[in-house]
């Protein structure tokens, strides 16, 4: 139990589907993180929060929408997603973004698009 | 480009040593993590190097060289349950990590 967790743990949709995963941290942190893992990949980072604001979106398709509503919260907005964004999911947090802390990773949301 | 190059697989005896290296190329250098991650659960923190050589915790150390741009994990009378995979990260020159692909360590009996 690493102080994150994330909900669905498995998913499963359609390309014209829209779903939601949630991330909620428990560790006081202020930056929260989401992550893309594919198969013999390294991992792809997607956003950056820090203090609610977004401070990164590394070229992410707009299919994908992120949301920081508190600085405990993080959700990731699917919608019309590709059968390529089938991945593990992580939501990850730490102390603060581009600082030298440590990232604490949550268990992942296994998505497949079907 | 950045680049973080870390065997694919590796195989193990259980009681037995193993070492997984991983060499790293990025837009500067401020630290090195080690992280653990069993199949379908979160990567956890392991260890992080930010000074040249050894660091040392229980049956895991993890090594820096920085002029070298390398780093090894060993562990030591490993066990079964270190089965996973064990992912390198460099943080660089603007505090983003890059991430190796992973190495998926076997242990068997």
């Known amino acids: 139990e690493t102080g994150v967790t994330q909900t669905p743990r498995h998913l499963v949709m359609g390309m014209t589907n829209k779903k939601s995963l949630k991330c909620e941290q428990h560790l006081g942190h202020n930056a929260m993180y989401w992550y893309k893992q594919s198969a013999k990949k390294p991992l792809e980072l997607m956003f950056v929060y820090n203090f609610k604001e977004q401070t990164e979106n590394n070229s992410v398709p707009s299919r994908f929408s992120p949301e920081c509503p508190n600085s405990s919260h993080l959700f990731l907005h699917l919608h019309t997603l590709q059968p390529e964004d089938s991945a593990l999911y992580l939501c990850a947090s730490s102390q603060r973004a581009g600082e030298a802390d440590t990232q604490y990773f949550g268990p992942g949301t296994r998505l497949t698009v079907l | 480009g950045q680049n973080i190059d870390q065997p694919t697989e590796m195989t193990a005896t259980e009681g037995a040593i193993v070492q997984i290296n991983c060499t790293y190329q990025?837009?500067?250098?401020?630290?090195l993590f080690w992280y653990q991650q069993h199949a379908g659960e979160a990567p956890t923190f392991l260890s992080y190097?930010?000074l040249d050589g050894l660091e040392e915790k229980g049956r895991f150390s993890s090594f820096l060289s920085r002029s070298k741009g390398y780093s090894y994990l060993l562990l030591k009378e490993l066990q079964m349950k270190d089965s996973a995979s064990y992912l390198c990260a460099v943080r660089d020159s603007n505090y983003q990590l890059i991430w190796g692909a992973g190495t998926k360590l076997i242990i068997k009996p």
């Open positions: 990025t837009s500067g250098f401020n630290g």
């Open positions: 190097n930010v």
